[in-house]
């Protein structure tokens, strides 16, 4: 039977290969030198980082015998790590949105080189003190990688397609490649060099204080929420009412989006849930009779079927169709017919009566092949679900909510641990295969409602919009949610009802959309049309807005008389904060005015030196004007406004300057 190892691995090999050598013009996506270079450092630090984790994995019960534990104390010392991380993934999570990503990443590094010291010694506290540490460790690892790469290809300014090759690469490469080499690097230190089980977490911490330097010297720092005033529990409260407001509330537009928050996290925890299950099991299913299979080779050769996965996944993501909800409902469909043929043989195939020693079994056999083709599923799943996360999960709480998805994770695992004896292994097989079908069914519904608003007629859209707009008036709970995310839920409406004509809306609804915005968006909605440049100049609405930022005390005192409205006001406090209330010279845009006590009292002229202008400058009294009073201007040649302008310069950078000191 040692044959049937070696033909199922040069099997795979030999499609993995022929399967990257075959890629057409449409399989592949063109990118730049930039993103290429960002992909690349990417890559090299997850590979790192996944061979950091992947040369622990094979030893740490085997560890954990040699030092003399019973499987009970073991299966506690394991148990230790997935509550860890289920305990404190979501405050990490939360840490890494608000502190930084970067961070988070570092402190993965430390985390986990200290977990790997502390299997030096053989006292079970210490190593329990590891296992804790490793399930911190290992939330990191899943939720701020992924995070700091979404927001970074974010803020660089790549297209979103681009993102999928990524995520392919680094499945390709991180839980393939990596995998199998760490196998065998492993293997080689443990069995040739004959260094013991603790070698390989060495080598791992090596890895590790590598991708370390890697990240501290060419990675950039990126954040979730950007609220400066927004503590812990606020944000963490956010991720929550993200993903439960899918299924708590009515609103439709509200349901829409963040239902696909916990669809996608429901569909995560129940693949993975099975994935986790399927690697307590996969060695008892092979060997029933304590059969002598090759642990490292079969280990290998599932690597092998997920770069395959992985590969099929980056055609996939490459074309426009079909959509990865779509072709999503198959992989998970695939995978539980594959997690069914142990039940399956149990019946149709008679067991071995020989007890130890041996080879592989028939039925074996079968089920290896059953077990390969769930492992390629696994390489899908992998970049089509960070894919899906990119697409679904607010950024402001992207750590927080991707590790709101281990809980259930956490918890299942947990309990199978647990109860992993009391229970028949086909029961167990059962039972995932089970959860897949339900992932499938949850993918369905995902897809369904991704699809609903382009198939709902403009009429439709437009009642459903009023409805959502008395929502927004109504919801109380909605105005105590942090900025960040009723920002992002009013862009979310935006977009979902983009099919309707917002100027034609009516005044009542989108006065009732131009509440939940600051004045900055504010301002951005008055250059849509003229009817939004009358509607967002209600005095209602500056007058709101002057009283959130500065007290009814204030705004009392400042109450406009006369031809002025509360937008005046506004802007004139606004300016005032923000240059000082002295005689000065500012610039804004292109434009330089003279400015004394936030009212500007001159108008200096301008730096531009072409004919037209995108922007709208502001006249002697502060307004924007209109596009037909824009005339030619002629370049400022005289001494004098040089000077000014200069003038001008210095203070927009002394103005940046003090801000950045504050901050």
């Known amino acids: 039977m040692e044959a049937f190892y070696y033909l199922v691995f040069g099997a795979l090999s030999a499609v993995v290969f022929g399967v990257e050598l075959s890629k057409s013009t449409k399989d592949r996506i063109n990118t730049s030198p930039a993103f290429n270079s960002f992909k690349n450092n990417y890559l090299v630090v997850y590979s790192l980082m996944m061979a950091g984790d992947w040369l622990q994995g094979p030893y740490v019960y085997f560890l954990y015998t040699t030092y003399g534990f019973g499987k009970g104390e073991i299966g506690q010392l394991f148990i230790a790590g997935f509550g860890s991380s289920m305990l404190f993934g979501t405050i990490v999570g939360s840490l890494a949105d608000k502190q930084g990503r970067r961070r988070a990443c570092v402190t993965y590094c430390i985390t986990y080189i200290l977990s790997c010291i502390t299997k030096h010694s053989p006292q079970y506290r210490v190593l329990m003190i590891g296992r804790v540490l490793g399930g911190i460790a290992t939330s990191l690892l899943f939720s701020s990688f992924e995070s700091w790469l979404v927001a970074e290809h974010n803020k660089r300014g790549f297209e979103q397609q681009w993102l999928s090759l990524t995520f392919s690469k680094a499945i390709f490469l991180g839980n393939g490649l990596v995998a199998i080499l760490a196998g065998l690097f492993g293997n080689f230190l443990v069995d040739t060099f004959q260094l013991g089980p603790v070698a390989p977490f060495d080598a791992a911490a090596c890895f590790l204080a590598i991708g370390m330097a890697v990240i501290l010297s060419s990675w950039t720092e990126n954040y979730g929420d950007p609220s400066e005033n927004k503590d812990l529990l606020a944000q963490f409260k956010g991720a929550a009412v993200a993903i439960a407001s899918g299924r708590v509330f009515s609103c ?39 059969e002598e299979i090759p642990h490292g080779f079969i280990f290998a050769t599932f690597m092998l079927a997920s770069m395959l996965g992985s590969s099929i996944a980056s055609r996939l993501m490459a074309r426009s169709s079909p959509r990865v909800e779509s072709y999503m409902q198959i992989v998970f469909l695939v995978s539980s017919v594959s997690l069914l043929l142990p039940i399956v043989t149990s019946f149709l195939v008679a067991p071995s009566k020989v ?25 899908i799943f992998w970049p089509s679900i960070m894919k899906m996360r990119s697409q679904y999960i607010p950024e402001e709480a992207r750590s927080t909510i991707m590790n709101f998805f281990r809980i259930p994770l956490n918890i299942f695992v947990c309990i199978v641990l647990y109860n992993v004896n009391a229970f028949p292994i086909t029961v167990m097989f059962g039972m995932c295969s089970i959860f897949l079908v339900v992932a499938s069914i949850l993918q369905r519904r ?3 409602i991704a699809e609903k608003p382009s198939k709902s007629s403009p009429s439709t859209l437009q009642s459903l919009f009023r409805a959502d707009m008395i929502f927004l ?20 409406l935006l977009m979902l009802y983009k099919e309707v004509k917002m100027e034609r809306l009516p ?30 100049s209600d005095n209602k609405l500056w007058s709101n807005l002057f009283k959130e930022r500065w007290g009814e005390d ?53 730096r531009r030196q072409r004919k037209g202008t995108d922007s709208c400058p502001l006249n002697s009294k502060g307004k924007l004007v209109g596009d037909e009073s824009l005339k030619e201007e002629k370049p400022s040649q005289g001494i004098l406004d040089q000077m000014l302008f200069f003038i001008g310069d210095l203070e927009v950078a002394s103005t940046d300057a003090k801000r950045g000191r504050v901050r």
């Open 554 to 606: 204030r705004a009392a005192f400042y109450e406009p008389d006369g031809s002025k409205s509360w937008k005046d006001v506004y802007e004139v406090q606004d300016r005032g904060d923000r240059v000082g209330l002295g005689l000065k010279i500012i610039r804004e845009g292109g434009d330089y005015y003279l400015v004394h006590q936030g009212e500007i009292h001159q108008y200096l002229g301008s």
């Open 473 to 492: 008036d109504d919801f109380d709970v909605f105005s105590s949610f942090p900025d960040a995310l009723r920002v992002r839920f009013t862009y979310d």
């Open 355 to 379: 007890k130890g020693g041996g080879g592989i079994s028939f039925s074996g056999c079968l089920q290896m092949l059953g077990f390969c083709t769930f492992e390629a599923c696994v390489g």
């Open 446 to 448: 995902l897809l369904v």
């Open 252 to 290: 439709f537009a509200w349901c829409i989006h963040y239902e696909k928050i916990a669809l996608l996290g429901a569909i995560q925890s129940l693949f993975e849930g099975s994935m986790y299950t399927f690697v307590f099991l996969w060695t008892p299913a092979l060997s029933p009779n304590d």
């Open 507 to 536: 005044a009542d609804l989108c006065l009732k959309i131009f509440c939940w915005l600051d004045h900055q968006n504010l301002a951005t909605a008055q250059q849509v049309c003229k009817k939004w440049n009358f509607l967002a």
